[in-house]
């Protein structure tokens, strides 16, 4: 799995790592953030969510054009400079009026700059390696290698936000409640009904014994906002890492910091293609990207939508074996001992064999002894459930892994743009279990921004990010080594750039089913979803010979 890949994959994985793990701290408790803080209903805070997404998937078009005149290591590192501004900005505690929203705005802007800057062009780094005949054959491994790497900084991610967030709560003698930061703001507002004010009365006098309730929904709207800020400051100490690993480990990769222009004034010989090669292959690449654009509307509700679902929706607390998923380190544990399992038959001696058997008994020891002290009925957050795709991302990893290699030897394993049509077809029953979970459940509009009196296990959305897992290993990895292999030379940074606008405008589509969301039924903002990745999978399928004809 991991034998025979250069050592520059894994230090710029593990500098990718730190970055992602800032970002998706931020991100597990951002669309949170905005209702909390600011009173913002689904549909506006779904927007900005939305924009904000798309901006740091836009960025790197321009960060990539940038790459391939100036360089992509000086791309990169300016980049961390500028996100340290914007999540520094971000973490400092503001009022929810016109100041406190322009700061945020412009702090946002500078995470969405600095990630365009840094996030492709380190992909492009990554590509380069494999541009070496030695270790051509590696390409798609590598880049599901790699896109494992960063899911672990993702994995930790939600619970450094949750404990974040309790810590400085608890400062102040309050705890996590999904239905308060609503209620405060009907009160504050004076739209309130006679039922919700009894309800977040008797909220407030458990809390603190409070029974002015204006004093209380201002301090609780105050102190959470505060505590979401600090975990936003979560990502400056990540980026720190970041930068040192980036430092340290340079001379494993320096030799793929090379664009074309510097290529050639260095006289490395680079592939030579035809005008109409050229073209072929940005018809390919657009092509694929103009997919994948709806891939990521779905798979990004996870924020979005599927947070709002959790909150709303789902029980908020977790029984039974349910609860092992619930604690990050049992799923670290869970995690690891799968690549363990894989070595038990991978080892080249029996020595290697036994070591990996031990050491994958005492991880399945530790995770259950984890389990065995838990509380039998644990308390769990929204934010929780974030941590499950880049588990089974961990996790499924080296499955995937061995699956396709096993089809590579036999010379059946499908090709990149075949994965990706796989992949859009996996995640439209991701949204089927989805919509069978919502059947009979109240609208979002009949609920008012509520949460559901009637809520459904845990295990619904767990599932659904375990298919939608599946669909993102089969797409975004490939898709990414896709643009790698078929980039023609001179384009390569803008071609990388490409694919995350194409991200960016799907993550803006993000917030078509949170404008949606009390609109029509619950059900109705998954069909949607199912349908546009059906008629994305049939178009990827219909256009197959032209897209690998292009990697000839």
Not at 268 to 292: D, M, N
């Amino acid at each position: 799995m991991f034998k025979g890949q250069p050592k520059g994959l894994f230090a710029l994985a593990l500098a990718n790592t730190g970055e992602r793990f800032g970002y998706y701290t931020m991100l597990a408790i951002f669309m949170l953030f905005l209702q909390a803080k600011f009173g913002f209903n689904a549909a506006v805070a779904g927007q900005i969510y939305a924009i904000f997404l798309a901006g740091v998937y836009f960025m790197p078009l321009f960060g990539g054009w940038l790459a391939d005149k100036i360089g992509f290591g000086k791309c990169v590192l300016t980049g961390i400079g500028v996100m340290f501004l914007g999540y520094l900005f971000l973490a400092i505690p503001t009022g929810a009026d016109a100041v406190g929203k322009a700061a945020m705005f412009g702090a946002l802007a500078l995470i969405a700059v600095g990630t365009g800057l840094f996030k492709g062009n380190l992909q492009v780094m990554v590509g380069n390696l494999y541009d070496d005949p030695r270790y051509s054959s590696k390409r798609d491994a590598a880049f599901s290698l790699f896109y494992m790497a960063i899911n672990i900084g993702a994995m930790f991610a939600p619970s450094m936000a949750k404990y974040v967030t309790n810590y400085f709560l608890g400062k102040d003698g309050l705890y996590y409640d999904a239905s308060i930061p609503s209620l405060a703001h009907q009160f504050l507002d004076g739209t309130i009904t006679a039922e919700n004010s009894s309800r977040l009365a008797d909220l407030a006098y458990s809390m603190t014994g409070a029974s002015d309730l204006t004093a209380f929904s201002q301090l609780y709207i105050d102190k959470l906002s505060t505590s979401y800020s600090y975990g936003f400051g979560v990502a400056c100490i990540s980026l720190v890492i970041s930068v040192l690993i980036y430092f340290f480990c340079r001379p494993w990769f320096k030799h793929a910091d090379v664009n074309a222009k510097q290529a050639e004034a260095a006289h490395i010989a680079e592939q030579e293609l035809t005008p109409q090669q050229t073209k072929s292959r940005i018809v390919a690449l657009l092509l694929v990207f103009a997919v994948v654009i709806f891939f990521w509307m779905a798979f990004h509700q996870n924020g979005a939508t599927m947070t709002i679902f959790a909150r709303d929706y789902t029980q908020h607390v977790a029984e039974g074996f349910t609860r092992i998923g619930f604690n990050i380190w049992s799923l670290f544990l869970i995690a690891v001992s799968i690549y363990t399992l894989f070595s038990v038959f991978q080892s080249e001696t029996s020595k290697g064999k036994t070591i990996s058997a031990i050491a994958t008994v005492a991880l399945w020891g530790g995770a259950y002894a984890i389990y065995s002290t838990m509380d039998p009925v644990l308390d769990i957050q929204p934010s929780d459930f974030q941590q499950f795709n880049p588990f089974f991302v961990v996790a499924l990893t080296p499955v995937s892994l061995a699956i396709f290699g096993s089809l590579a030897k036999k010379g059946k394993e499908p090709s990149a743009p075949r994965k990706i049509g796989m992949g859009m077809l996996v995640a439209a029953i991701g949204f089927l279990i989805l919509t069978v979970a919502s059947m009979g459940l109240a609208s979002p509009k009949e609920l008012g921004g509520n949460v559901s009196d009637v809520l459904v296990s845990p295990n619904w959305l767990i599932s659904t990010y375990l298919v939608l897992t599946f669909a993102e290993l089969l797409l975004s990895p490939m898709g990414i080594s896709f643009v790698s292999k078929v980039a023609p030379p001179k384009y390569k940074g803008m071609m990388m750039g490409c694919w995350f606008a194409a991200t960016a405008i799907g993550n803006y589509l993000v917030s078509i089913p949170a404008l949606l969301w009390d609109k029509v039924p619950l059900w109705g903002v998954w069909t949607l979803l199912i349908a546009l990745c059906l008629i994305s999978a049939i178009f990827i399928f219909s256009i197959m010979k032209k897209l690998e004809n292009a990697t000839k």
